[in-house]
């Protein structure tokens, strides 16, 4: 791990310099935590004090107060606070959009949380920020950071083996896909085992197309069925038409098979169902 935050630090200074859903609630904090109902002042507060009332802040509008206390919070060690300034500057939201300064936030989450134990409670956002910088190097920043698809695979390895982040998982799927479908199976496999609705389409995809048997493009329509009904909102568009196109190359007996292996699934696998509908899908 030390040799990958070594290298992402190295990068990030060269350069001038990882979808985790929030509740919506005014009164909560990123971590779901009660927020404060006085106003604070940020010179007697503690850091963790200062992500929960910028997230008041935040819920309730005042998105330029809320960038005060975050970060405060942020500059003072809380990544749930610098990560929340990285989604806000990558996104424009309440601030000018800029990738570079994102690019600056989760590469401080990198550099400061990337040894945290998986299981930590601010792993997520490690992860998040993980992932982030991964697409980042996927695409480069015009003339800050080169694109390099070579570091974004090894960004993105390490947050799906050792976080176990379904998001890096998918997006490790998408680079294999067109070299090598058995590591992209491998890597949809696991992201759609946890709920993740754009690598269970394509994992059905990959399946049905590289199928030799009913048996497995049965299982193919499984998952782009499972998919189709789960999809909503950008999604829905390009997995729906993955599911139509397939679901027309298979024989009746594939589609009724499908359609009985997708219902299984989905009964014995709530959890799964309802865990990771927040990741933002390309």
């Given at each position: 791990?030390?040799?990958?935050?070594?290298?992402i630090i190295t990068?990030?200074?060269?350069?001038?310099?990882?979808?985790?859903?929030?509740?919506?609630?005014?009164?909560?904090?990123?971590?779901?935590?009660?927020?404060?109902?006085k106003p604070l002042s940020l010179e007697t507060i503690s850091p963790s004090e200062a992500l929960r009332y910028g997230a008041r802040q935040y819920y309730s509008g005042d998105k330029a107060g809320a960038l005060n206390s975050l970060r405060y919070a942020a500059e003072n060690g809380q990544p749930m606070a610098a990560w929340k300034?990285?989604?806000?500057?990558?996104?424009?939201?309440?601030?000018?959009?800029d990738d570079l300064k994102a690019f600056e936030y989760y590469?401080?989450?990198?550099?400061?949380?990337?040894?945290?134990r998986p299981?930590?409670?601010d792993a997520p956002f490690v992860a998040s920020a993980f992932v982030a910088l991964g697409n980042y190097y996927l695409n480069g920043i015009s003339d800050v950071v080169p694109q390099n698809v070579a570091r974004a695979r090894q960004i993105f390895t390490h947050a799906a083996s050792y976080f176990g982040d379904p998001q890096a998982q998918y997006e490790?799927?998408?680079?294999?896909?067109?070299?090598?479908?058995?590591?992209?199976?491998?890597?949809?496999?696991?992201?759609?085992?946890?709920?993740?609705?754009?690598?269970?389409?394509?994992?059905?995809?990959?399946?049905?197309?590289?199928?030799?048997?009913?048996?497995r493009k049965a299982r193919g329509l499984m998952w782009l069925t499972i998919a189709h009904r789960r999809a909503s909102g950008a999604d829905?568009?390009?997995?729906?038409?993955?599911?139509?196109q397939y679901f027309g190359l298979a024989s009746e007996a594939i589609?009724?098979?499908?359609?009985?292996?997708?219902?299984?699934?989905?009964?014995?696998?709530?959890?799964?169902?309802?865990?990771?509908?927040?990741?933002t899908l390309q």
């Open positions: 791990m030390s040799a990958l935050r070594d290298l990068a990030g200074v060269a350069a001038g310099v990882v979808t985790m859903a929030l509740s919506g609630q005014a009164a909560y904090a990123f971590d779901g935590t009660p927020t404060q109902t300034l990285g989604e806000m500057y990558a996104s424009g939201d309440g601030v000018k959009e590469s401080q989450i990198v550099r400061e949380h990337g040894d945290d299981e930590a409670p490790l799927g998408r680079l294999y896909q067109d070299s090598s479908s058995r590591m992209a199976v491998r890597w949809y496999n696991l992201a759609a085992l946890k709920g993740h609705v754009g690598a269970q389409a394509r994992l059905g995809e990959t399946l049905f197309t590289q199928g030799h048997d009913d048996e829905a568009g390009w997995i729906n038409a993955l599911h139509e589609r009724s098979r499908a359609r009985v292996m997708a219902d299984a699934w989905i009964d014995h696998n709530p959890a799964a169902v309802l865990a990771a509908s927040s990741p």
